[in-house]
């Protein structure tokens, strides 16, 4: 069963908020890797909706290319909205 | 609600049998712990085992609520020797290989469903609750182990060959579950607890479902081997039972 594939999993912790990744595992299918994931990753009550993934179909970044990518952004605080005076009365912007 | 002693006695030996025979299985799987074929399996079962080990301390609780008696649910789950217990013969058989230990899990998980969906609507409040929370449990147990068996039985000739092999070593066992003993007919006629034999259709259906999408082949109904209500158990037993309370017997009174 080693050679079976490897899955992402993907965990929601409640309605309202994203899946959020946590970890891999193995598993023959999707609904092996469901299963496995449930066990593996939601036995502390962690959530309430999980979401596999083949990770051979993830597609990633190129890690060389860090500063090509993302090396811009950096310094240029002017793109965060922080700027903006807050009217009054607004708790949450 | 005052209940006659008959009932008090007949109550108890059924709840004991049920939790006697999660305890007994809990412990069976914990065994595979750190040997199961993958990790994944391995992490799983232990969480069903972790269940069943749950259910077993609640139904202990309830015994011991109305039976002081009996003291609490450590005494009861680790002083207690074989004839004392009450658990179905199929939960104490070795574990066997890993296709005996799935097999009897696939057997048990159906029969808990079906029992533990019968006591939901139980007239005893307390019985009620408690399996309303382990029948979710049960169901996913039943989900984990029949996708399992469905996958090795219809699976490679070697586990199939397996799966089959251990089939036919624990069907003798099966008849046990649906034998209606003592106090039983009491219990279903006052609404706490279904007749044994009143759950077998509905086990032997869901079964015979299973047995075929895992291309295995069911037993004839064979003659009974029971004895666990009536505290008569196999050689397996007493080895179990001295690895689970052996710290408890070195070391009595021992807390964490």
Redesign the interface.
């Known amino acids: 069963?080693?050679d079976?594939p490897l899955w992402e999993v993907f965990i929601r912790s409640q309605h309202g908020l994203a899946h959020k990744h946590v970890g891999s595992?193995?598993?023959?299918d999707a609904?092996?890797a469901l299963?496995?994931a449930?066990?593996?990753y939601t036995?502390r009550n962690e959530g309430v909706s999980i979401w596999v993934v083949r990770a051979a179909d993830i597609h990633a970044s190129d890690p060389r290319e860090e500063d090509t990518l993302f090396e811009s952004p950096k310094g240029k605080e002017f793109r965060h909205a922080t700027f903006f005076p807050t009217p009054e009365g607004v708790k949450n912007l | 609600m005052a209940m006659s002693s008959e009932a008090v006695v007949a109550r108890r030996e059924r709840l004991l049998q049920l939790a006697d025979s999660n305890l007994i299985l809990a412990q069976q799987l914990t065994a595979w712990c750190g040997h199961a074929?993958?990790i994944?399996?391995d992490?799983?079962q232990a969480?069903v085992a972790l269940d069943l080990l749950g259910q077993a301390r609640q139904w202990y609780r309830l015994v011991c609520a109305s039976e002081p008696e009996f003291g609490d649910e450590d005494r009861l789950a680790m002083l207690r020797d074989v004839a004392q217990w009450r658990n179905l013969l199929l939960c104490e058989i070795a574990n066997g290989d890993f296709a005996q230990t799935l097999v009897r899990q696939a057997l048990y998980d159906e029969f808990h469903v079906v029992l533990l969906t019968a006591l939901v609507a139980s007239s005893d409040a307390g019985i009620a609750e408690i399996a309303a929370k382990a029948v979710k449990e049960a169901r996913?147990h039943r989900?984990?182990s029949a996708?399992l068996l469905v996958?090795l039985g219809d699976g490679t000739s070697e586990s199939h060959a397996r799966c089959q092999r251990a089939l036919d070593r624990l069907w003798p066992h099966v008849a046990e579950l649906f034998v209606d003993h003592e106090g039983d007919a009491l219990l279903a006629a006052m609404g706490v607890a279904p007749l044994p034999s009143s759950l077998e259709e509905t086990w032997g259906q869901a079964v015979g479902t299973l047995a075929r999408k895992a291309t295995l082949t069911l037993g004839a109904v064979a003659s009974a081997r029971a004895g666990g209500r009536q505290k008569r158990h196999t050689e397996h037993l007493g080895f179990l039972l001295a690895e689970m309370q052996f710290m408890q017997r070195s070391y009595p009174e021992a807390t964490w």
Do not use: G, V
């Not at chain 1, 595992?25 to 023959?28: E, G, P, V």
């Open positions: 069963m080693n079976a595992l193995h598993a023959a609904k092996l299963l496995n449930r066990d593996a036995r | 074929p993958m994944e399996e992490l799983a969480n996913y989900l984990r996708d996958r």
